[in-house]
């Protein structure tokens, strides 16, 4: 199975991206996809991570702005920013993990927030 990315984007601040993350197979195999970025200079760090449940979990810095989702019809997963902030700039990537598994990543998708 391999993700791909895409959505991302220059947006001024204030702004709304929606970013998808395509699997070439189910995503029901899959514990929790998750989405992560990096900023330059600066550690990944996890922004959300829903499991097949559905329930969503946040980083504090993007909780109220943004929401996970996931299609498992469509074997995608999303991301929806909104009130984006200057600092929510970073190479977005999304993860897929598996119990027992290496976690499976996607290439990344560049988000701008610029004036």
């Known amino acids: 199975v391999q993700l791909v990315e895409s959505g991302g984007g220059l947006v001024q601040p204030g702004g709304s991206l929606r970013l998808s993350c395509v699997a070439s197979?189910?995503?029901?195999?899959?514990?929790?996809m998750a989405w992560y970025r990096q900023a330059p200079g600066k550690q990944r760090e996890l922004v959300a991570g829903i499991g097949r449940s559905g329930l969503p979990n946040y980083a504090d810095s993007v909780k109220g702005r943004f929401t996970i989702s996931r299609d498992n019809g469509k074997n995608t997963a999303y991301l929806q920013m909104n009130s984006l902030k200057l600092e929510d700039t970073a190479v977005y990537y999304c993860?897929?993990?598996?119990?027992?598994?290496?976690?499976?990543w996607g290439q990344g998708t560049q988000v701008t927030v610029s004036s």
């Open positions: 993860k897929a993990a598996r119990s027992g598994s290496t976690d499976l």
């Open positions: 197979g189910s995503i029901l195999v899959f514990d929790a």
